[in-house]
């Protein structure tokens, strides 16, 4: 079983920066890719970012040159930066993270509980 957790949310101005941290724990195979996604009431979950477990990273179009994703592989965690937050911004973060979990193996995604982040002035 793996257990996907994140961390980092909270209130900030416009302008601000904030880093999210995604961990997970439980062993495995192999990472097949971490990704952030962010969701508010009424509206589908959307796609921040992603990176897959080559290095290789996708972005919405709206996030791209605002959000950085990065990874501590040796941690198992996923980072999630912004330093020019906007008040659309405003969201519960959550994480995917996709993994194999024994040789062989089909690919299964775990999400987390998600953290909220709160642009406001």
């Known amino acids: 079983q793996v257990n996907v957790v994140e961390s980092g949310g909270g209130l900030v101005q416009p302008g601000e920066s904030l880093r999210l941290s995604c961990s997970f724990s439980g062993t495995i195979f192999m990472i097949n890719s971490m990704g952030w996604y962010r969701q508010v009431p009424r509206k589908q979950r959307e796609l921040v970012a992603q990176?897959?477990?080559?290095?290789?990273?996708k972005y919405a179009d709206y996030a791209r040159g605002r959000f950085s994703i990065s990874t501590d592989n040796a941690k198992n965690t996923t980072y999630l930066e912004s330093n020019t937050l906007k008040l659309e911004d405003t969201a519960r973060y959550y994480c995917?993270?996709?993994?194999?979990?024994?040789?062989?193996?089909?690919?299964?995604?775990?999400w987390g509980q998600g953290t909220q982040v709160t642009v406001s002035s």
């Open positions: 990176i897959s477990g080559d290095g290789s990273t």
């Open positions: 995917l993270v996709t993994v194999v979990v024994n040789e062989g193996d089909r690919r299964v995604s775990y």
